[in-house]
Structure formats: C-alpha cells, structure tokens
C-alpha cells in the first residue's frame, strides 16, 4: 500500500483552539505506526512540515518504508515557514529526514515563491500526483490519510482540502484523530 497524508502542524504557542497540541505527539506517532504496520505500507508520500508530516516520515523510516517528500518551494525556506516556526525541536529532524530521502532521490521540490498562497495547495495536489505514480509504478493501491483534529478551520483549510481532493479522485481516506 502507499499512503499520500497530509496534516496538521504542532499548535503554535498559545493556540487558543487545539488542533495538535505537543502533549499528543507520542500518541499520534503511536496510531502512525499501528496503521501503516495494518496495512503493510510500502511508501508514504508527504510534505515535511512540523507535526503529522515529520512523525509520518519518521515512523516509515523506522520501518523501513520508502519516502518521498513533497516541497512547495526550496528546503531552507521551507524549514523556516513551516518546521522550526512552532515549538518543539523540528529542525534537526526536519534535516535527518530530508537528507535521507533526497539520498534517494526521493524530494520533490516544486518552484512556487513561498509567499504565493497557493504554494501548499499545490503540494497537495503533487502529493495525490507522486502517490498515483508510485501507485503505477509498484503496482500497489492508494490510500489517503489525514491526520488531524477533525474540524476543518473554514475553507481555507489544507487538511480538509487534501482530503477532499483524494476522494475526488477515487481514493479511500482514513482519518488519524491528534487529539
């Protein structure tokens, strides 16, 4: 099987409403791993922001998954608007992972400025494109995966969206509570 996810970051400090506070990280990474050892995962195809996308990573190199990983613009830019801006110690991680995977050849960098507000939602769509190919080329099914609190935060929500955008194209999606 090949999982395309897309989720939430940790909460920023102070959040007043919470999505993925730091407390859930052990259990988020817990319900990753029971998953994709359930469904035998081969890949996992994401972005690598803080949170979801960085414990995903971290869990399927644990087990020995393949990884592709998904950037709406440049590594360095990338780590600084969506990694090490939250709290907690993602940056060394962030790096660990990204080296590894581009070792591979496995790091999709797409050519959006970082301040075009359509940069991420086109890195989903990339991760829903990546996975089909993988899908194609192992010939392996395809399944979506969102990880978050399960409220959508309006239209502009990214998580709803990819989720959305999966069943749109035919995909099952299975839904990782953070909270």
């Not at 993988?134 to 392996?140: E, G, S």
Request: hydrophobic share 40%; proline share 2%.
């Amino acid at each position: 099987m090949i999982i395309a996810l897309a989720g939430r970051r940790i909460d920023a400090s102070g959040a007043e409403t919470a999505r993925f506070p730091s407390e859930n990280i052990e259990l988020v990474r817990r319900r990753l791993r029971e998953l994709f050892e359930k469904k035998e995962a081969k890949a996992l195809v994401s972005s690598a922001a803080c949170g979801a996308d960085l414990l995903a990573l971290e869990e399927a190199g644990t087990l020995g998954m393949r990884r592709r990983v998904v950037l709406p613009f440049n590594r360095k830019r990338f780590r600084e608007t969506s990694v090490v801006d939250r709290p907690g110690d993602w940056g060394n991680l962030y790096d660990h992972i990204v080296d590894a995977v581009e070792a591979n050849g496995d790091v999709v960098t797409l050519s959006f400025n970082s301040h075009d507000t359509n940069a991420y939602s086109a890195a989903n769509v990339a991760i829903l494109d990546e996975a089909t190919a993988l899908c194609r080329q192992l010939q392996l099914e395809t399944v979506a995966v969102l990880v978050w609190d399960g409220s959508p935060r309006g239209e502009e929500d990214l998580t709803q969206s990819f989720g959305d955008k999966a069943r749109a194209r035919g995909f099952s999606v299975i839904e990782i509570k953070t909270l």
